[in-house]
Nanobody, 121 residues
Framework: QVQLVESGGGLVQVGGSLRLSCAAS????????VGWFRQGPGKEREFVAA????????YHVDSVKGRFTISTDSAKKMVYLQMNSLKPEDTAVYYC??????????????WGQGTQVTVSS
């Protein structure tokens, strides 16, 4: 089992920045990939970014590429999502996930409870 706890969400103005954190515990390294998903109001959950625990192999979807950066601190079992140049369409509940590669995204086997990010214009 893997437990994931997100933090760092909040209210930010357009163009601002936030850093989301995800603390993993349990058998975290049994999942080779960790990442972030988000679900905006009235939308389906969508994949945002993923990385392996070494932090050397990372992938970001086109809509956040150049603005968001996923990273890890494997010694602390932490996963981060640095979000810069935030836009109103980034407003969503952000979920940390641990799982495996799936196509050009990842498949989440374990999920956190989510943290709300609201970008105001």
């Amino acid at each position: 089992q893997v437990q994931l706890v997100e933090s760092g969400g909040g209210l930010v103005q357009v163009g601002g920045s936030l850093r989301l954190s995800c603390a993993a515990s349990g058998r975290a390294f049994s999942s080779p990939v960790v990442g972030w998903f988000r679900q905006g109001p009235g939308k389906e959950r969508e994949f945002v970014a993923a990385v392996d625990w070494s932090g050397k192999i990372a992938y970001h979807v086109d809509s956040v590429k150049g603005r968001f950066t996923i990273s890890t601190d494997s010694a602390k079992k932490m996963v981060y999502l640095q979000m810069n140049s935030l836009k109103p369409e980034d407003t969503a509940v952000y979920y940390c996930a641990a799982g495996r590669v799936g196509g050009t995204a990842m498949v989440g086997d374990y999920w956190g409870q989510g943290t709300q990010v609201t970008v105001s214009s």
